[in-house]
């Protein structure tokens, strides 16, 4: 497959990622590696993190595009800052 049409069909993947309702994650890194289209970075919940791979497939098929599609996000574990509030 052309890289050209990867890099653009991978920016669509990145666009749904961040608008599509049952992801709605923005920052999301999405590169194409060894025939894989994979996704990095942090999702708030489980529930978005399930709707990753669908969503992302949906896509690629959109495009005609048969790359596998590997989640490498985490959930970040909520709990105390790692640092003192900052004083102003």
């Known amino acids: 497959m052309d890289v050209t049409h990867v890099d653009h069909v ?16 923005l920052g999301l890194d999405v590169s194409h590696e060894h025939d894989e289209v994979v996704v990095r970075g942090a999702v ?18 959109q495009y005609g595009c048969a790359l596998v599609v590997r989640d490498e996000t985490e959930i970040p574990a909520a709990g105390a800052p ?3 509030p900052e004083q102003l």
């Open 10 to 25: 991978l920016m669509h993947v990145r666009d749904a990622l961040a608008t599509d309702s049952r992801v709605g994650e």
């Open 44 to 61: 708030s919940n489980p529930a978005r993190k399930e709707a990753l791979l669908p969503v992302a497939r949906e896509v690629l098929a």
């Open 82 to 84: 790692d640092r003192d």
